[in-house]
Structures are given as structure tokens and as C-alpha cells.
């Protein structure tokens, strides 16, 4: 079994700062993308930020200045630091990665975290 284990969400005011944290664990063979979506209420989960095994980067629009993805290998842990974090930043953050739980699997699996609350208000 893999799991994703998100941590670092809270409350925050608008222009503040918070790092987001998922580590993986379990039965992992390896993992190929990671990365951080996020859902506010009455809207669907959209993209935040990708990062792949080797490094590359991948952001939305909305947070491309102000957000920055990377990851530790050696840990399984995927990280997202938010910066200069607005109202509209406000949503339930979730981790996402493909893995591979054994060297049997000739493809990667879709995990999810639980997800973590961002809320950013004065």
C-alpha cells in the first residue's frame, strides 16, 4: 500500500507565506511526477504545480511568481512553498504523484493525498 501524507496548510493573511509537505510511503518502486492541485468550494480541482523525477517544473498562471515546487528523492517528499499568498489562493490543497509500487508494475499509478486547508483572509 502507498500512501501521500500532506502537511503545512493553516491560516494565513493575505501576502503571507506557507510550505506545503507529502511524503510518500509504503510499497514504492518509484516515483515518476509529483505534484500539487488544489479545489475551492463549488469549483473543480485544477492544477497548481508538477515537478518531475528529474526536476522539471510545470505551473498554472495564477501562481507562476509566487509558488515554487521541488522535492527531496531520496525522502519521497514533495514540497510546495506559497509566497505572497492572495484570497483566491484559498482551497484544499492535494498532493499527487505516479508511482510504482514494484518493479512487476510496467506502468505508473495515480495517488492522491487526503488533502490539506489553505485558507488566506485578514
Known amino acids: 500500500q502507498v500512501q501521500l501524507v500532506e502537511s503545512g496548510g493553516g491560516l494565513v493573511q493575505p501576502g503571507g507565506s506557507l510550505r506545503l509537505s507529502c511524503a510518500a510511503s509504503?510499497?514504492?518502486?518509484?516515483?515518476?511526477?509529483m505534484g500539487w492541485y488544489r479545489q475551492a468550494p463549488g469549483k473543480e480541482r485544477e492544477l497548481v504545480a508538477t515537478?518531475?523525477?528529474?526536476?522539471?517544473?510545470n505551473y498554472a498562471d495564477s501562481v507562476k511568481g509566487r509558488f515554487t515546487i521541488s522535492r527531496d528523492n531520496a525522502m519521497n517528499t514533495v514540497y510546495l512553498q506559497m509566497n505572497s499568498l492572495k484570497p483566491e489562493d484559498t482551497a484544499v490543497y492535494y498532493c499527487?504523484?505516479?508511482?510504482?509500487?514494484?518493479?512487476?508494475?510496467?506502468?505508473?499509478?495515480?495517488?492522491w493525498g487526503q488533502g490539506t486547508q489553505v485558507t488566506v483572509s485578514s
Open positions: 499527487n504523484a505516479a508511482i510504482k509500487p514494484s518493479y512487476r508494475y510496467g506502468i505508473y499509478l495515480n495517488y
Open positions: 509504503g510499497s514504492i518502486f518509484s516515483i515518476n511526477a
Open positions: 515537478i518531475t523525477s528529474d526536476g522539471s517544473t
